[in-house]
């Protein structure tokens, strides 16, 4: 699975709050379980955290933990 790294245009805006990612501290992230798609750029992880909330991207994606559960860590 390879990917190009480029840099993203200056004007480049974030995915969730659509503010200039450069004007803060940009992420870069790809779907790479997706054939390694297109990147989606946020101004920050709290725009990242958002985004993965309010898409409910982490259903289905954890572990399930169990707080009596010995046999773990």
Same mark, same amino acid.
């Given at each position: 699975m390879s990917t190009t790294?480029?840099?993203p245009e200056t004007d480049e805006t974030c =995915?969730? *709050?659509?503010s200039r990612i450069f004007d803060h501290d940009p992420i870069c992230v790809r779907d790479c379980d997706d054939d390694c798609g297109s990147p989606k750029y946020f101004c920050n992880y709290a725009c990242l955290s958002a985004y993965i909330d309010e898409n409910n991207l982490t259903t289905g994606? =954890? *572990?399930e933990w169990t707080p009596d559960d010995t046999s773990c860590c």
């Open positions: 790294v480029s840099t =995915a969730y *709050c659509e994606n =954890a *572990c």
